[in-house]
């Protein structure tokens, strides 16, 4: 069977799964993706401005150190009661690397995504869950892409542990050029104050051949309305002697 079939009935195996409407929610911020579900007939554009991160390595003794900006954006659209359609896109990038007194500007387009996201009804008012099978389209530039497609299958869970606080975790298994790695994504979800809300994660990932990576982000959300929310945050990795920081800032909203 192709990596294509593959997919395909992963694609397949997600719509024939039990529906549940899981009430709405963005999946922006986070390296996870929420349990909620766009409603029939209307659209989330959820969109970076911008998306940045930060990374000093030591190369040949010296340091290398490289500024990277995107705006990333994801459209979700209801298809379904409990079946929503993605379309995704890196969007346009800018590097600046600095190394032994040079500096290096660069910029591209990123990889498109397509994925079916399905909410599962677990017979409970507090759990809510959804799947979401995806394939990343290598078709950005060169630089600025995985060079090969990418195909996943994840799964969120939460738990609405009481009216201030929501833990959850996401799990992505994904498969490139014949590599799978792992991904873990615990996060707890706590309210501040009035529309304001903020997060924390740990990110756990795991590829064949490859070392561990971990890293830790943070962030905040306001909800300006029903349909539109601003978010912020900011990580670091943690893996290894390099310094790498990642932040972002981001607009969405329900149509």
């Known amino acids: 069977m192709t990596i294509p079939n593959k997919i395909i009935m992963m694609l397949a195996a997600t719509v024939s799964m039990s529906s549940f409407a899981a009430e709405f929610s963005f999946d922006r911020p986070g390296a996870g993706f929420s349990t909620g579900i766009t409603p029939v007939g209307q659209v989330a554009w959820e969109q970076g401005l911008p998306s940045a991160s930060y990374r000093e390595t030591t190369v040949e003794g010296a340091k290398a150190k490289t500024v990277t900006l995107n705006g990333d954006m994801l459209l979700r659209t209801g298809l379904a009661s409990g079946l929503e359609l993605q379309l995704g896109w890196a969007g346009p990038t800018w590097t600046q690397t600095k190394y032994k007194g040079e500096k290096v500007d660069d910029d591209g387009l990123g990889d498109v995504s397509i994925g079916l996201k399905k909410a599962i009804d677990l017979d409970d008012d507090k759990l809510s869950m959804a799947v979401l099978a995806q394939a990343i389209i290598a078709t950005g530039n060169e630089?600025?892409?995985?060079?090969?497609?990418?195909?996943?299958?994840?799964?969120?869970?939460?738990?609405?542990?009481?009216?201030?606080?929501?833990?959850?975790?996401?799990?992505?298994?994904?498969?490139?050029?014949?590599?799978?790695?792992?991904?873990?994504?615990?996060?707890?979800?706590?309210?501040?104050?009035?529309?304001?809300?903020?997060?924390?994660?740990?990110?756990?990932?795991?590829?064949?051949?490859?070392?561990?990576?971990?890293?830790?982000?943070?962030?905040?959300?306001?909800?300006?309305?029903?349909?539109?929310?601003?978010?912020?945050?900011?990580?670091?990795?943690l893996e290894g002697q390099d310094r790498s920081y990642n932040a972002g800032f981001g607009i969405s909203f329900l149509f």
Not at 161 to 175: E, F, H, K, Q
Not at 209 to 220: H, R, T
């Open 143 to 237: 630089g600025f892409s995985n060079e090969d497609d990418i195909y996943s299958l994840g799964t969120s869970l939460d738990y609405q542990y009481n009216d201030l606080v929501t833990t959850g975790i996401t799990m992505n298994y994904a498969v490139q050029d014949g590599d799978w790695s792992v991904t873990a994504i615990p996060t707890v979800g706590y309210k501040i104050a009035g529309n304001l809300s903020g997060f924390s994660e740990f990110i756990y990932h795991k590829a064949e051949s490859e070392d561990y990576q971990y890293g830790l982000a943070s962030g905040l959300i306001y909800a300006l309305n029903d349909r539109t929310q601003l978010d912020g945050s900011i990580g670091v990795d």
